[in-house]
């Protein structure tokens, strides 16, 4: 099941935040994003731990649906509707709208408009807005994109994972070979500008030359942007269970370090040029990039709809109930969703500020190191971890043996 949510002090009844952290984005000069949490799947992969349910999980013992997908736009925009009022005089427009789950394209198309609509409608969006949508390749069609596109989507994620029927297989993922590539073509005919794949390396059973096969063929599709991540086999999943029963192998380190070179080479070749460990878009075109997701990274202000979606304004972190049948009924009582929340401290946010924005291809300053992590960073200047360069400017970036051990790269930084 889905992972538990942290602790966090009582969000209030109707969501209020302190009035101190209302003012940050007062000037209009701090981004704002929003988040739409869609909780359905068809059927749940076996290395996924995220916040979504199938049907057959929605029901209870009595045969009754808990949540109703029917439903479910409703209840999404009475939390669209109650951040307004929570942020009351706020003069920015959405810069950034990004769907995801779960499988957003199980709703019909008309219910992501709605959605998106009440976006626009009590926000306004940015006349350069990003609006992307997450979507299984066995989970769209040709009229179902362009109902997408002519509501305002302009970017959208295909969950692509691998090329390779085996490898497809183990993870549980239920579309065909070949089928992204298609649905890469299709979003293309209905107009969208933006359109990433995702990859995942590392499965039990996948080869080098498995691995090889994907980003070509993921390449030949013709995304401008593609995302490649190492499977993490999550406690409580089925194929964490599979691997504890023997039934297939774990991966270990140095396949997913072999894998990730093997990702950059490929990538690199073809024109692509990474801007975040995991993220790679077509090079010299940063309108390629997911701007949504570099609102996280750089800690700007998104507020997360729907259930266990979290949210950051002003310093202020929170993050909803998760269950669908829960969400809705707080909203439908007038209630905020919220579960719990932070504020986060000026310490916080330094350590988070090395955490997230060393990842990315600019890098972190040097200045928000203590006296520890500025030790560590020299360190790792001189054991070829951060590039020089940059390093002499006064920011740590990764190097791609840095890059590797990134991890362990910041933990040494946030001491």
């Not at 007062?26 to 059927?43: F, N």
């Not at 691997?243 to 997913?256: A, L």
């Not at 075109?285 to 202000?301: M, S, V």
């Not at 560590?376 to 920011?395: F, I, K, M, N, Q």
Request: glycine share 10%.
């Amino acid at each position: 099941m889905p992972s538990a949510l942290p602790d966090g002090e009582p969000v209030p009844h109707d969501g209020s935040l302190p009035p101190h952290t209302l003012t940050r984005g007062a000037d209009g000069a701090r981004p704002l994003g929003v988040y739409i949490h869609v909780p359905y799947c068809a059927t749940r992969c076996g290395y996924c731990d995220f916040n979504t349910y199938t049907a057959t999980e929605l029901r209870g013992a009595d045969g009754a649906v808990a949540a109703s997908q029917e439903n479910y736009a409703h209840s999404l925009i009475e939390e669209i509707r109650l951040a307004r009022r929570v942020l009351g005089e706020d003069p920015r427009r959405v810069g950034t709208v990004f769907v995801g789950g779960g499988t957003p394209t199980l709703l019909p198309a008309a219910d992501l408009a709605r959605m998106l609509a009440a976006v626009r409608e009590e926000f306004g969006l940015a006349e350069d807005a990003e609006i992307t949508t997450e979507a299984n390749p066995d989970s769209v069609d040709p009229g179902y994109l362009a109902e997408l596109r002519e509501a305002g989507f302009n970017r959208i994620s295909f969950g692509m994972q691998s090329a390779r029927e085996h490898v497809l297989r183990v993870l549980e993922r239920t579309h065909t070979p070949g089928r992204p590539e298609e649905c890469v073509a299709e979003a293309r005919k209905a107009g969208f500008a933006h359109v990433n794949l995702d990859l995942i390396y590392g499965t039990p059973g996948e080869t080098d030359e498995d691995w090889r096969a994907s980003l070509d063929a993921a390449l030949a599709a013709g995304p401008d942007h593609i995302s490649a991540y190492a499977l993490i086999v999550e406690e409580g999943t089925r194929l964490a269970r599979r691997v504890r029963r023997g039934e297939v192998p774990m991966t270990d380190d140095d396949v997913h370090a072999d894998r990730y070179l093997i990702a950059e080479e490929r990538l690199t070749a073809a024109g692509m040029e990474w801007y975040e460990v995991s993220n790679w878009a077509v090079a010299g075109d940063p309108a390629a990039r997911c701007r949504h997701n570099e609102l996280y990274w750089t800690g700007a202000d998104w507020w997360g709809a729907g259930p266990g979606a979290h949210s950051h304004v002003g310093g202020v972190r929170w993050w909803n109930v998760k269950h669908p049948a829960g969400y809705a009924r707080a909203l439908a009582e007038g209630r905020s969703p919220g579960a719990g929340r932070e504020l986060l401290g000026d310490e916080d946010r330094r350590v988070e500020r090395i955490l997230l924005e060393l990842r990315l291809r600019r890098g972190c300053p040097l200045s928000l190191l203590a006296p520890e992590g500025a030790r560590a960073a020299a360190r790792a200047r001189a054991d070829g971890l951060l590039e020089p360069g940059p390093y002499e400017a006064g920011r740590a970036v990764l190097t791609l043996r840095g890059r590797l051990l990134a991890d362990a790269v910041v933990r040494d930084l946030v001491d």
